[in-house]
């Protein structure tokens, strides 16, 4: 039975929209949660990809770019972050194409000199440097970036911070 008190689905969806752009799957899921009727939330999604108001293609694109760009994310938390999103793998990986490798690497060494920046440690001492290397590592991987790029990031860092010590 349709929901006859409150707002309907398509009010709901655009109220959602209205927020930020959402995945197909989000407003979906959302839709659910409020017990729509599938058959009413399945009209609504397609009424709102016939409007152009949500295209997971786009969608993917312009989380990845924000994203990355100004909140310094990696591929490997953009891609858990997406797939929480329910878009699909194949278009995840064509938004991540986008990403250049380089401005990636770049994005990833201006963080790790930022927080070795920040940090009153000693790089001469042993001890110091092993907590910033777990620090920098830290850092980069709650951030995103994989594994091998953390590692490199993180001991040119500190060539860089011990040679300006």
């Known amino acids: 039975m ?7 689905a398509w009010d709901v969806a655009l109220r959602l929209l209205g927020v930020r752009a959402r995945s197909r799957a989000e407003i979906a899921e959302r839709l659910a949660r409020r017990e729509f009727e599938p058959d009413v939330i399945a009209e609504v999604l ?6 152009g108001l949500i295209d997971d293609d786009d969608f993917a694109q312009e989380w990845v770019t924000s994203r990355h760009k100004y909140s310094g994310r990696g591929r490997v938390a953009l891609r858990r972050e997406l797939r929480t999103k329910g878009v699909a793998e194949e278009t995840i990986e064509t938004a991540l194409a986008e990403i250049d490798p380089d401005d990636e690497r ?13 940090s009153s440690l000693d790089l001469s001492d042993r001890n110091d440097r092993a907590k910033a290397y777990r620090r920098l590592a ?8 994989p594994p091998e790029m953390v590692s490199s990031v993180v001991a040119e860092t500190l060539r860089a911070g011990a040679a300006d010590s």
Request: charged residues 25%; aromatic residues 2%; hydrophobic residues 30%.
């Open 138 to 145: 830290g850092l980069l991987g709650r951030r995103g970036y």
């Open 106 to 118: 770049a994005q990833a060494t201006a963080l790790a000199q930022k927080k070795l920046a920040s």
């Open 46 to 51: 397609d009424r709102l990809s016939e409007s």
């Open 2 to 8: 349709p929901e006859t008190t409150g707002p309907s």
